[in-house]
Nanobody, 123 residues
Framework: VQVVESGGGLVQAGGSLRLSCAAS????????MGWFRQAPGKEREFVAG????????TYSESVKGRFTISRDNAKNTVYLQMNSLKPEDTAVYYC?????????????????WGQGTQVTVSS
């Protein structure tokens, strides 16, 4: 399984970015996907997850109401729309696939991390 993240950049506080993650090496439509982030000096943390069908989503409290995860199974791609960005959202963002098919994003065992995409929010 390979995933490639893109769409990061530098944005002012209050701005928006849309991250993309293209996946290959798996039957994409059968796997929950997740977004994670890691800020300098901190551990990687969960940001958002989406079920294999796209119906179920889950978010960390820190991004709920500001970020939206979605997927296009025809394009093998998962997205993260980030609005109302804050300086504390600055991090490298990663996506990952669930290890098991047809699982829930809440209980997923995410693996196969990409190289990540840097998001920097200036104040």
């Amino acid at each position: 399984v390979q995933v490639v993240e893109s769409g990061g950049g530098l944005v002012q506080a209050g701005g928006s970015l849309r991250l993309s993650c293209a996946a290959s090496g798996l039957t994409f439509s059968q796997y929950a996907m997740g977004w994670f982030r890691q800020a300098p000096g901190k551990e990687r943390e969960f940001v958002a997850g989406i079920s294999w069908s796209g119906v179920g989503t889950t978010y960390s409290e820190s991004v709920k109401g500001r970020f939206t995860i979605s997927r296009d199974n025809a394009k093998n791609t998962v997205y993260l729309q980030m609005n109302s960005l804050k300086p504390e959202d600055t991090a490298v963002y990663y996506c990952a696939a669930d290890r098991l098919s047809f699982g829930s994003p809440v209980t997923a065992d995410f693996h196969s991390w990409g190289q990540g995409t840097q998001v920097t929010v200036s104040s």
